[in-house]
């Protein structure tokens, strides 16, 4: 295989993705330029896609590519073998830019543009997913040659962005769809389904959604179709820290499709991760660019009690305009607060944080305690890197923040022994080869950190 080529800063041995955005803040107070910034960690990508290959062995991933379209990251998911979700002809051209091959796409969006479809015809894509008649149709005219995979509805209730009030057939439709597709004589090969993403509980979700498709594999059976492809979507936890475990989740998962797709079977089983891959390679750092302070009660007097009656509004340079646009809406946890000056015992005041632009819903989160910031100090945000920086504009005239891939020698070798082999070589555990080391300035830096 063929190497892509990725731009990157390879990390000083020794040092930490964490150790560099320490080092660009300590560099930002000897100047103005205190502009907000990403620091993304390659290597923690090849960490995710080890753990995947360990843990789900039989299930071959085809990265979301909507998550995060950051070539570094798309490039390095290229090289470790992975497939490709992409569900537009600019997702298409972009991965196939890369050098990817049609055959490690899935044209993963059951709605599509007709001359979307014709694109794909056109570069050679074949799978591509459908759960209505109109979607059959436009394909047999379209892209007669097309591999289709059935996406079924399942019950994301608990997932915080339930995506099958918008696509999915249920079981009853599915079979009326493959006897449409029959008539229409296009090959249907697989059945696709996605749990929702960043679900509480995806676990019960993937039981039933696999059972599901089993009886759609039988229904094609019945109609002399070749299903043999099973796609299990996202819905993988990525953050780090996650209140869910990913191995508790694909424990569940992989008796359950022994079960019902046992390893005899035949079937091919891929998936399609998009936070998994990316969340916690991202941390993004924001700074205080206006500070105000409301009192709650006026007193009269100046004793220490009566300061704590104060709240805080601060004003960084990134907000929901930005790289917060998607995830404001579910839920947001406070960063990791990087004062220039603190002192031990902190007072913590009720505060809010706010993006830059002038729009009153801008704000990043509601309530915190934190202790007293200035204007220049940094509040950085882990786990960033699942639909941030793909769904933020320039609204009102405020940059995007710049991003800094990083990735250090061992990742990289890792990555290629990966590429060269297809598999990964036993390794002790990568996370401890940079622990021995504590970036001098780190002492000065106080760091809290609060859930809201
Ligand atoms: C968004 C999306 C994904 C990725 O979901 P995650 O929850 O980020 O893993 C996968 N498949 C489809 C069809 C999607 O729309």
């Not at 950051?70 to 090289?79: F, G, L, M, P, R």
């Not at 891959?277 to 500070?291: E, M, R």
């Not at 409301?294 to 340079?317: C, F, I, P, R």
């Not at 598999?423 to 830096?445: A, G, I």
Request: glycine letters at 6%; hydrophobic letters at 40%.
């Amino acid at each position: 295989m063929n190497s892509f080529s990725l731009d990157f800063s390879f990390l000083e041995e020794g040092f930490t993705a964490q150790d560099i955005l320490e080092q660009k803040i300590n560099e930002s107070s000897l100047s103005d330029d205190k502009d907000a910034f990403y620091v993304a960690d390659l290597g923690d990508i090849v960490k995710k896609h080890i753990r995947w290959l360990k843990a789900l062995p039989r299930v071959t991933p085809f990265y979301a590519v909507k998550c995060n379209d950051s070539k570094a990251i798309v490039t390095t998911i290229a090289n470790l073998g992975a497939g490709f979700d992409c569900a537009s002809k600019a997702e298409i051209q972009f991965v196939q830019n890369i050098g990817v091959q049609p055959e490690r796409i899935i044209y993963a969006n059951p709605c599509k543009q007709i001359s979307e479809i014709k694109y794909a015809a056109s570069c050679g894509v074949e799978k591509m997913t459908f759960d209505s008649e109109g979607e059959l149709i436009k394909v047999a005219k379209n892209h007669p040659n097309a591999k289709l995979v059935l996406r079924i509805a399942t019950d994301d209730c608990k997932a915080m962005c339930q995506l099958s009030v918008k696509f999915g057939a249920t079981l009853k439709t599915s079979r009326l769809l493959l006897e449409r597709a029959k008539e229409l004589n296009i090959d249907v090969i697989g059945v696709s389904f996605h749990v929702g993403s960043d679900s509480r509980d995806p676990q019960q979700t993937f039981v039933q959604a696999i059972s599901d498709a089993r009886c759609v594999f039988d229904m094609g059976a019945e109609l002399g179709f070749n299903i043999h492809l099973l796609d299990i979507g996202g819905g993988f936890p990525g953050s780090k820290n996650s209140r869910l475990n990913f191995e508790e989740v694909i424990s569940v998962i992989n008796l359950t499709l022994d079960k019902y797709f046992p390893a005899n079977s035949g079937v091919q089983i891929i998936a399609e991760p998009g936070r998994y891959y990316v969340a916690s390679a991202f941390t993004l750092a924001v700074n205080v660019i206006a500070k105000k302070v409301m009192l709650t009660e006026q007193t009269g007097s100046h004793d220490e009690d009566d300061a704590s009656k104060k709240t805080l509004m601060y004003y960084v340079n990134d907000g929901i305009h930005g790289s917060f646009n998607l995830i404001t809406r579910f839920r947001m946890e406070m960063g990791i607060v990087r004062k220039k000056k603190s002192k031990p015992d902190e007072k913590l005041y009720s505060s809010s944080i706010w993006g830059p632009t002038c729009d009153s819903d801008d704000r990043i989160i509601e309530q915190c305690d934190l202790p007293e910031l200035e204007v220049g100090d940094w509040i950085l945000f882990e786990n960033m890197g699942a639909y941030t920086v793909v769904a933020s504009s320039t609204f009102n005239g405020f940059p995007r923040p710049t991003l800094h891939f990083v990735m250090s020698r061992p990742h990289w070798q890792l990555m290629h022994t990966i590429q060269e082999h297809g598999t990964f070589p036993e390794v002790p555990e990568l996370n401890d080869v940079h622990v021995s080391c504590v970036s001098k300035n780190r002492m000065e830096l106080n760091s809290i950190a609060c859930i809201v």
